[in-house]
């Protein structure tokens, strides 16, 4: 069965500071693996996804990723967080581009003036 | 790009009644639909995944009597949550697929959340 892990519930950081979300998953093959971003009260957005080739994945919004397979990782990083990026971040893990996704717990983004 | 109408935006409603939820896919077909639950400061919990014209897939410990999923065309799919009660309520959002092509939007498409808040 598929897993996410995202170790850090709430996180909070300056504005200008650099942020990284940590994401572990588990799977028995090879994941497709997404980052989203979810503004309160609302739908989630796709910053960033990973399906083949290039580890280090570039998204929107400024926010890069890297998969490593030999640390069952995806984490997700910004060299400087805006205000603006404050929301609640989830990892989460497919077996195709198109099946069902299985959910990490979610990491709540704050960011202080 | 791909959207997903998701209405009602959010909703009330008393204790014992039921209410629908609908997804549309505006200008692609949904053959797949994932319906996910998400409680207040928690994660996304997938309820179900239906495709269109079969029977919906639950997911363990989802009362299939209790959510009806019905998907009968291409480009929408619904979720109608019956007798519904307090613990009922929740943030319930649904996305769609497109088989064989993971370059739109990670290949889902989110629609944008119902809040129900049963009283």
């Known amino acids: 069965a598929q897993s996410v892990t995202q170790p850090d519930i709430h996180i909070t950081v300056s504005e200008g500071a650099s942020l990284e979300l940590r994401c572990n998953y588990s799977?028995?093959?090879?994941?497709?693996l997404f980052w989203y971003v979810q503004s309160p009260g609302q739908g989630l957005q796709l910053l960033l996804k990973y399906f083949s080739g290039d580890t280090l994945v570039q998204g929107i919004k400024g926010f890069e990723a890297e998969f490593k397979r030999s640390q069952s990782s995806f984490n997700l990083r910004k060299p400087s967080v805006h205000w603006s990026d404050a929301a609640e971040y989830f990892c989460?893990?497919?077996?195709?581009?198109?099946?069902?996704?299985?959910f990490g717990q979610g990491t709540i983004l704050t960011v202080h003036p | 790009g791909a959207v997903v109408s998701q209405h009602p935006s959010w909703v009330i409603c008393k204790s014992g009644t039921s209410v629908k939820i609908e997804c549309r896919s505006l200008?692609?077909?949904?053959?797949?639909m994932f319906w996910y639950r998400q409680f207040p400061k928690q994660s996304l919990m997938l309820m179900a995944t239906?495709?269109?014209?079969?029977?919906?897939?639950?997911e363990q410990g989802v009362e299939k009597d209790k959510f009806l999923i019905n998907h009968a065309s291409l480009t929408l799919s619904t979720l109608t949550v019956t007798s519904a009660h307090p613990e009922d309520s929740s943030f319930y959002i649904c996305?769609?697929?497109?088989?064989?092509?993971?370059?739109?939007?990670?290949?889902?498409?989110f629609g944008s959340g119902t809040r129900l808040t049963v009283v």
């Open positions: 989460a893990v497919g077996g195709t581009s198109y099946g069902k996704l299985t």
């Open positions: 200008d692609f077909q949904a053959t797949t």
């Open positions: 799977y028995g093959a090879t994941p497709y």
């Open positions: 239906s495709n269109e014209g079969s029977k919906a897939t639950y």
């Open positions: 996305t769609t697929s497109a088989r064989g092509d993971g370059s739109r939007s990670g290949g889902y498409t």
